[in-house]
């Protein structure tokens, strides 16, 4: 059973629009909601991550919006650039299970100069 | 730092060959993983590593078996390698006593089986 759903599995944006991906959680106790970049031939690594006692975190063009009674969050990326082109993952997990992080299954975006 | 460093970088295997993938980390973390990535499947864990001594099974742990030979390194090995075991495999690691529950990922080792 897949713990974390995200879509789109892709995703084209011209450069300077908006790139919205989505995820969502079935598990309750999930209180660590972090996002993942990945670039080709690259491990991932922690873009911008959020815990439920907010709605929003921002940090520059990359904001997290967390709508905990729908058990789901998004990520945004504000005037896309060619440079953000990469996979990206989101993932949840319990923080008492020792680091224990379940992913989405990730979205290619591509951003168009 | 070098952070999590993973060898080989590439690795072809016959069917029934055995292999070991090898990870080390120099940030002092307790927990260490293992994650295959295949298209379209994201990262699966297969092994994880609380701390030095202790290993669990992930996710997709059948196939596969591992050593945390000391707090710095945690190794990954095939005893039969198949064809389903080709993947790209991450190791990361972690130290969740401490203030961010990040995991730091390595480079990546890309396995072929044929």
């Known amino acids: 059973q897949q713990q974390v759903k995200q879509s789109p599995q892709s995703l084209i944006v011209q450069k300077g629009g908006i790139s919205i991906i989505n995820c969502a959680y079935e598990?309750?106790?999930?209180?660590?909601f972090p996002w993942y970049q990945q670039f080709p031939g690259k491990g991932p690594a922690l873009l911008i991550a959020i815990r439920p006692d907010v709605s929003e975190k921002k940090e520059g063009r990359f904001t997290i919006s967390f709508n905990k009674s729908a058990k789901q969050f998004s990520l945004h990326i504000m005037d896309s650039q060619p440079g953000d082109s990469a996979t990206y993952f989101c993932a949840a997990m319990k923080s008492s299970t020792l680091g224990r992080l379940y992913f989405g299954r990730g979205t290619q975006l591509t951003v168009w100069p | 730092n070098a952070g999590v460093t993973q060898t080989p970088k590439f690795q072809v295997l016959k069917t029934g060959q055995s292999m070991t993938l090898q990870c080390a980390q120099d940030?002092?973390?307790?927990?260490m993983y293992w994650y295959r990535q295949d298209p379209g499947m994201g990262l699966r864990l297969i092994y994880y590593s609380a701390s030095e001594g202790t290993t669990d099974k992930g996710e997709v742990p059948n196939g596969y078996n591992v050593s945390r030979l000391n707090k710095r390194e945690f190794s990954l090995r095939l005893e039969s390698a198949a064809p389903s075991q080709t993947s790209v495999y991450f190791c990361?690691?972690?130290?969740?006593?401490?203030?961010?529950?990040?995991?730091?990922f390595g480079p990546g080792t890309r396995l072929t089986v044929l």
């Open positions: 598990n309750t106790a999930f209180d660590y």
């Open positions: 940030m002092n973390h307790n927990s």
């Open positions: 990361a690691s972690s130290d969740p006593s401490g203030s961010t529950d990040t995991q730091y």
